[in-house]
């Protein structure tokens, strides 16, 4: 086995290396435990841990509960057993969609659930968030379902491979001791759901923490459209497979924003791609030529926080903001002189109106290029999501405060998100 690294300056480029080296050299994803494919179901759980475990990044949406929290979940799982029961009713049509709903709307299906009406089963977890009006949920099932597993399990030597090319250790086996029961146990409940109301389509977000969902229906012939919910690069393992082999439990279509996600990793080889464009951007508005944001995400936001500061040190005239991911809290940050925090209304509003945005790896910095922003890419682990837009010219990979004011307009906005022609998709879809 050939090492990638021993673990003394581990980047996100060198950690996927090392994951695609075990994948192929152990032969993973041809690895079966009874219809399951354990591999595809752990391996960007591996991956989060392998980025947590290096210090690399944090946790990426931390989730944070009180056992009163834990209390009222269990509350809200019972109740749902009669208040959104999904088998209840008729559909033709299942639609699953993101967890995140800033001010309480969900972006990425909004569009979608809108044409299709009262055709769509919603099936939206309350386990993580708030789940939309009149949406069904089987968070009871989801929760049992992994609450129930042994401690550990046989790896095939995954941990011990990983160990040895990273210099870190991963807990394998008891991510499949959870994992691979519990996708069993949902599959074949999902299952008997798409049986009983004679789903045609499953529509899902975030198809890769959905794999029993997509199981199913694949167990059926039933078709699966994932849609675009964030930034997907070669080093996004949730899609990024060299080489594009066959994977287990993948959706058969994904619909992107713009024609850059389409081609920007290998994505497994039963999966096709198509452009529906993004109908959520907000237009661009007059430019405040001093105005400065500063994208944070969980796994690099304190990182992220010096180099605000060094900019704003650099550029004393100009107005930095430093706006929290949703999954942030603004208690974990102290913020330094001549720093503005945000927290409140729309990141893409905000946006809108700057001149400049600085990020590494968030989908929010695409979204900026699309709305006129001068882009910098911080240079801190995760900045290699964004090497195809920098070396277009696209963004800039900022060392320096000083190269702030050089950051570049992206020329191409529409290639990240072009105009919404979802509704003309679905008329196609139906006259077929």
């Known amino acids: 086995m050939t090492s990638t690294g021993n673990g003394t300056d581990p980047t996100v480029a060198g950690l996927c290396r090392a994951i695609w080296q075990v994948e192929q050299e152990l032969s993973l994803l041809d690895w079966r435990i009874g219809d399951a494919s354990p591999w595809a179901l752990i391996r960007m759980r591996i991956f989060h841990e392998l980025t947590r475990r290096t210090g690399i990044h944090g946790a990426s949406h931390p989730v944070r509960r009180t056992p009163y929290d834990k209390a009222r979940l ?118 008997t759901l798409l049986k009983r ?72 080889a039963g999966t096709s791609t198509s452009v529906i464009g993004a109908p959520y951007l907000p237009r661009a508005t007059e430019k405040d030529p001093r105005r400065v944001v500063f994208l944070s995400q969980g796994t690099i936001g304190a990182e992220l926080l010096h180099v605000a500061e060094a900019v704003a040190k650099e550029h004393p005239t100009l107005d930095v903001v430093f706006r929290l991911h949703p999954s942030e809290r603004a208690a974990d940050y102290t913020i330094p002189a001549g720093i503005e925090l945000s927290t409140d209304g729309s990141t893409l509003d905000l946006l809108a109106g700057a001149t400049y945005q600085v990020g590494v790896s968030t989908t929010a910095l695409f979204e900026g290029m699309a709305l006129g922003c001068r882009t910098a890419v911080a240079n801190l682990p995760g900045h290699e999501y964004l090497e195809r837009s920098i070396a277009s010219g696209h963004a800039l990979l900022m060392t320096k405060p000083d190269q702030l004011t050089d950051a570049p307009l992206c020329a191409t906005p529409e290639a990240y998100y072009a105009p919404s022609t979802l509704p003309l998709r679905l008329a196609a879809d139906q006259a077929e």
């Open 74 to 191: 269990v509350g809200r799982h019972v109740t749902g057993l009669v208040t959104r029961n999904p088998f209840l009713h008729q559909y033709d049509a299942l639609v699953v969609p993101h967890p995140r709903k800033p001010g309480g709307v969900e972006i990425y299906t909004d569009e979608l659930r809108e044409a299709l009406g009262s055709r769509a089963l919603i099936l939206d977890s309350g386990i993580n968030g708030t789940p939309l009006p009149g949406s069904r949920n089987l968070d009871f099932f989801t929760s049992a379902a992994g609450a129930v597993h042994k401690g550990t399990a046989p790896d095939r030597g995954i941990a011990e491979a990983l160990r040895k090319l990273t210099g870190v250790s991963v807990p394998v086996g008891p991510l499949l001791a959870r994992e691979v029961p519990k996708h069993t146990r949902l599959r074949a409940l999902y299952r």
């Open 197 to 268: 109301h004679g789903i045609k389509t499953v529509y899902v977000v975030v198809a890769y923490f959905h794999q029993h969902i997509v199981g199913a229906a694949r167990d059926l012939g039933i078709r699966v459209v994932e849609l675009q919910h964030g930034a997907i690069s070669q080093f996004h393992l949730g899609y990024s497979y060299p080489g594009r082999p066959d994977v287990a439990h993948q959706p058969d279509e994904l619909w992107c924003f713009g024609s850059y996600w389409t081609d920007v990793a290998d994505l497994p």
